[in-house]
């Protein structure tokens, strides 16, 4: 273990003493994957096991403590069984995030329907404005949340325009693109029914839930802010794995306004973006068809 592991792993057990009001010692730390972003551990501890991740502050300024604050927003807007920030922190260029460790089980007979029903009943909760008081991330893009009365407008100005700003800063954005968004914003305003602003995880794909030991889903990872619900809806369709009776019992609980089907794709072309500017011009083809069909 090298000076600044030793460090790092201090901050966490100091963290965890006082969080807990206990003393504890950890015993082991383990590397457990993560993905593009960041590196994940899990902490076996005289008191348990728990979980962090770390990536570089440099790169991903403030990501931990917006993720930290979008826990605590799903907790408060949901009756899901949230895990929240122990504690964030930094050291050196190395920041991090410690949580509790949730250990994966079976779904239990009712999960898809309860996981619907659970969504439905976030999406209820509302506010005055579409956005948020404070910036976030989706993935590993900043997402702009500035609160905004209109969503036709926060979709355009907090969504799309930023994205494709990036896009064209990277060169991934050719004149046919930048002109066919132009002609969606000046459409955008009559494409999605008038909603009011809903609760949304911000980013809804099976990577970001999983089945808690009570056999029911739980969501983190979030990018939250007040919405559109569809979007949400969208996201969970993008890369599929949600079962049917997911949006069953969401009907039931919240029914989507008529042709919600027919707009996914308008909702995906935010996260397609994201993709395009994460990952390179291979999602350049998905947007474009998107494009020629509502611009």
């Given at each position: 273990?090298?000076?600044?592991?030793?460090?790092?792993?201090?901050?966490?057990?100091?963290?965890?003493?006082?969080?807990?009001?206990?003393?504890?010692?950890?015993?082991?730390v383990?590397?457990?994957?993560?993905?593009?972003?960041?590196?994940?551990?899990?902490?076996?501890?005289s008191?348990?096991?728990?979980?962090?991740?770390?990536?570089?502050?440099?790169?991903?300024?403030?990501?931990?403590?917006?993720?930290?604050?979008?826990?605590?927003?799903?907790?408060?807007?949901?009756?899901?069984?949230?895990?929240?920030?122990?504690?964030?922190?930094?050291?050196?260029?190395?920041?991090?995030?410690?949580?509790?460790?949730?250990?994966?089980?079976?779904?239990?007979?009712?999960?898809?329907?309860?996981?619907?029903?659970?969504?439905?009943?976030?999406?209820?909760?509302?506010?005055?404005?579409?956005?948020?008081?404070?910036?976030?991330?989706?993935?590993?893009?900043?997402?702009?949340?500035?609160?905004?009365?209109?969503?036709?407008?926060?979709?355009?100005?907090?969504?799309?325009?930023p994205?494709?700003?990036?896009?064209?800063?990277?060169?991934?954005?050719?004149?046919?693109?930048?002109?066919?968004?132009?002609?969606?914003?000046?459409?955008?305003?009559?494409?999605?029914?008038?909603?009011?602003?809903?609760?949304?995880?911000?980013?809804?794909?099976?990577?970001?839930?999983?089945?808690?030991?009570?056999?029911?889903?739980?969501i983190?990872?979030?990018?939250?802010?007040?919405?559109?619900?569809?979007?949400?809806?969208?996201?969970?369709?993008?890369?599929?794995g949600?079962?049917?009776?997911?949006?069953?019992?969401?009907?039931?609980e919240?029914?989507?306004?008529?042709?919600?089907?027919?707009?996914?794709p308008?909702?995906?072309?935010?996260?397609?973006?994201?993709?395009?500017?994460?990952?390179?011009?291979?999602?350049?083809?998905?947007?474009?068809?998107?494009?020629?069909?509502?611009?």
């Amino acid at each position: 273990m090298d000076r600044t592991t030793g460090e790092l792993h201090e901050q966490w057990a100091k963290a965890l003493c006082k969080s807990l009001n206990i003393s504890l010692s950890i015993n082991s730390v383990g590397v457990i994957g993560g993905g593009s972003i960041n590196d994940a551990h899990r902490i076996q501890t005289s008191h348990g096991t728990f979980f962090a991740k770390t990536n570089e502050h440099e790169a991903y300024p403030g990501m931990f403590e917006a993720e930290a604050k979008g826990l605590k927003f799903l907790h408060e807007h949901s009756s899901f069984k949230i895990p929240q920030s122990i504690e964030t922190g930094l050291l050196e260029d190395t920041q991090w995030i410690l949580m509790p460790y949730i250990k994966s089980a079976s779904k239990k007979s009712s999960f898809w329907e309860d996981f619907g029903r659970r969504i439905a009943e976030m999406h209820r909760k509302t506010n005055n404005s579409f956005g948020l008081d404070y910036a976030n991330y989706l993935g590993s893009l900043p997402q702009y949340n500035n609160p905004t009365e209109n969503w036709s407008d926060f979709f355009v100005n907090q969504r799309l325009k930023p994205q494709l700003k990036m896009a064209e800063e990277r060169s991934l954005a050719n004149p046919e693109m930048i002109r066919y968004f132009e002609k969606l914003y000046k459409k955008a305003y009559d494409l999605f029914p008038v909603e009011p602003p809903a609760a949304l995880h911000g980013d809804l794909w099976t990577g970001n839930f999983m089945t808690s030991e009570d056999g029911d889903a739980t969501i983190f990872d979030p990018a939250v802010h007040f919405g559109h619900r569809e979007m949400d809806i969208a996201m969970s369709k993008l890369f599929g794995g949600f079962d049917k009776r997911f949006y069953e019992a969401y009907n039931e609980e919240y029914p989507m306004e008529k042709g919600w089907e027919n707009r996914l794709p308008l909702a995906n072309i935010y996260p397609l973006m994201a993709h395009v500017n994460i990952f390179g011009g291979s999602y350049t083809s998905q947007v474009m068809g998107i494009l020629r069909k509502y611009a």
